[in-house]
């Protein structure tokens, strides 16, 4: 505000008119004047205003850079939807990305390349071995990549792939989430309370035990 | 007959007085006292990555970087001292203003009261225990911080700077060797290797740049390696994922190019703090209370320090005010519909005076005392209240921020696993 003070855009203090500027919002909750009874508690706040498309499309790089760099190195989320068991424990996955994502991120889901399937929770939480989620995903290649035609629903990228591995493991089954990595994606190590691994419910929802008495 | 071995019992004086010298001196764990602000020099130190927030309890989670490797280290809880501060960008911050993954400095202690204090009491020797592969120092007893900065608010602390080195890029991603020192030349000099990738911010006085920004410009190769020229700067460290089995290589967040982009980095900090501090009223303990009749005294307090000067200055000899007990995390009080101000004592300030002796850190220096006809229970010296100013808005703060007389109890606020529902079979 002091910038735009500075360069007369506004006034210092009163009212201006603005013209029905076009800008997009962003909206916080801090406390605003009132009883709490007469609706003042909800009169939100602007915490950031983009005044044209660049400044947004800076904004949403920025976040988009992020959640890239996430996704890579916490793999990419999916659903099972079928599949086909081969012999000695090899079998075909058929799974459906889910959506919202960068596109360069379903970009480097390609026919022939290698990859690791892995399963998780509904929280996407990996599971997990101490050499990180790597170690206990099933690796293989992918064999078909398949786009939906028509209208794809929320959630859900449209994208499905079948993934061809030798190592069929219990997780990977019809409606059961896993998480997907391509092989050019780093193989990173992820922080210890983001994976399953010698997990109790004790340990993942303490009780109130854990305060030791005195 | 056998001479007297002085010359030998001289030198294992000398050899044991220059061990004694050299080895520091193993830190004692330290408790603060109800009513007094720690000396900085006794706590212990450590540095971690945020990995839990709890804001409305003033506490959460920090993954600590012990001797062992970082990446199997437990978040540890934490919980902030009434009296604490916490610097984010160089400026006074709560914690919900600290972006999870940060890496934090703090300087803690024992928990001031064992039987209350809001995370788990650990063992007196527990900073020496080995917890597996993360080796030791990572979930220590002293889990009460007083102090919590970020990078940039460390470095502006000692005086410290970094200085770019080296970069190395491919593609959209790479590596900066950079080393830390003093401002003045003296001191120990600290290098280190980050990684920083598109999300990595560059201030440069009041643009926001991206490492894209700088590849057009041609400040920086879009591959390979190139000098920093000791570039001096101030970074904001994180933590990420990195690729090839390098868990402990931190990330650099935010990079302040110039003073300018730095001083409105804090700037904005700053005012965010300053509206947190005007709604949730300032901080501070009481020092005395002098009774007078029918519910009538004179209570004296302390402010908490750290804040902005404007904040200070708003307390005035004369004016009305409002004075409410508080929680050590914080939280006010509060009755009926009418929120904290419904339960907070009303009165004039008698008295506002500043010290003239060094202040230690965590007190403000400033001293108030309220004359009000409804003295309280929450009003004892040593008790954690908080004072409102009648120039401060009277605002409303959210339910999880206050204790209500009637709907709290110790099971609403920390819930057992019987919140969750237990599905009845069919």
Redesign the interface.
């Known amino acids: 505000v002091s910038d735009l003070i500075s360069q007369k855009v506004w006034p210092e203090s009163g009212k201006k008119e603005m013209k029905d500027q076009s800008a997009l919002l962003g909206i916080t909750w801090k406390p605003a004047p009132g009883d709490g009874l007469s609706g003042a508690f909800t009169s939100f706040h602007i915490s950031d205003i983009w005044l044209d498309d660049q400044s947004i499309e800076h904004a949403a790089y920025f976040q988009t850079q992020k959640n890239n760099h996430f996704i890579r190195t916490r793999w990419m989320p999916a659903y099972v939807n079928e599949v086909k068991y081969g012999k000695f424990g090899q079998a075909t996955a058929t799974l459906t990305l889910f959506g919202g994502m960068d596109q360069s991120l379903y970009n480097d889901f390609k026919k022939d390349v290698g990859g690791q399937i892995n399963g998780a929770e509904n929280t996407l939480k990996h599971t997990a071995s101490h050499y990180g989620p790597g170690h206990m995903a099933s690796n293989g290649k992918i064999i078909q990549v398949t786009k939906q035609e028509g209208k794809v629903p929320l959630g859900s990228s449209g994208i499905q792939i079948d993934f061809k591995t030798d190592q069929i493991i219990e997780a990977i089954r019809p409606g059961r989430v896993v998480r997907f990595r391509p092989d050019s994606w780093p193989k990173s190590q992820i922080p210890r309370e983001e994976y399953l691994f010698n997990n109790s419910p004790e340990n993942r929802f303490p009780t109130p035990a854990i305060f030791r008495k005195n | 007959m056998k001479q007297f071995p002085i010359r030998r019992i001289t030198i294992l004086f000398l050899g044991l007085f220059w061990i004694a010298c050299i080895v520091p001196a193993k830190q004692e764990p330290f408790r603060p006292k109800v009513g007094e602000f720690p000396t900085l020099e006794k706590a212990h130190s450590y540095k971690g990555?945020l990995?839990f927030v709890d804001h409305a309890n003033r506490r959460g989670s920090l993954?600590i970087d012990g001797d062992g490797r970082f990446?199997?280290?437990?978040?540890s809880p934490f919980a902030l001292l009434p009296y604490s501060l916490v610097r984010y960008h160089g400026a006074p911050a709560d914690l919900r203003d600290i972006p999870l993954g940060t890496v934090m400095y703090a300087k803690a202690y024992l928990p001031p009261d064992?039987?209350i204090?809001s995370v788990?009491?650990l063992p007196l020797d527990n900073r020496e225990k080995k917890y597996g592969?993360a080796g030791t120092g990572v979930a220590p007893a002293e889990n009460h911080i007083f102090l919590f900065e970020d990078e940039p608010s460390y470095c502006k602390r000692l005086g410290l700077v970094w200085k770019l080195k080296e970069i190395n890029l491919k593609e959209d991603q790479g590596i900066i060797t950079a080393r830390r020192e003093s401002k003045s030349g003296n001191g120990d000099v600290h290098e280190e290797t980050f990684s920083i990738?598109?999300?990595t911010?560059f201030w440069r006085g009041?643009e926001?740049l991206?490492l894209r920004d700088l590849l057009e410009e041609k400040v920086l190769p879009e591959n390979g390696v190139q000098s920093l020229n000791d570039q001096s700067v101030l970074l904001g460290i994180f933590w990420?994922?990195?690729?090839?089995?390098v868990?402990k290589r931190f990330h650099i967040s935010d990079v302040w190019l110039d003073e300018l982009a730095m001083e409105r980095a804090s700037r904005i900090q700053n005012e965010t703090h300053k509206?947190f501090v005007k709604?949730r009223w300032m901080p501070g303990w009481v020092d005395k209370v002098e009774y007078g009749k029918f519910g009538r005294a004179q209570v004296t307090v302390t402010l908490f320090g750290g804040m902005d000067d404007s904040l200070y200055a708003d307390f005035k000899k004369g004016q009305k005010a409002m004075l409410a007990s508080s929680e050590n995390t914080l939280k006010h009080w509060a009755g009926g519909?009418?929120?904290t101000a419904q339960m907070a004592s009303k009165g004039i300030l008698l008295e506002v005076s500043k010290t003239q002796e060094k202040v230690p850190l965590g007190s403000s220096g400033i001293q108030l005392s309220l004359e009000t006809n409804l003295v309280t229970e929450g009003f004892r010296p040593g008790k954690v209240i908080r004072i409102r100013p009648e120039s401060w808005?009277?605002?409303?703060?959210?339910r999880e921020e206050y204790i209500h007389h009637n709907r709290d109890g110790i099971d609403i606020r920390?819930p057992?696993?019987d919140i969750f529902q237990i599905i009845p079979k069919n």
Do not use: C, I, M, N
């Open positions: 990555e990995t993954r990446r199997f280290a437990a978040p064992p039987k204090s788990p009491v592969y990738d598109t999300a911010r009041k926001h991206y990420k994922p990195t690729s090839g089995g868990f509206t709604s519909t009418a929120g808005p009277l605002l409303q703060v959210p920390f057992t696993p």
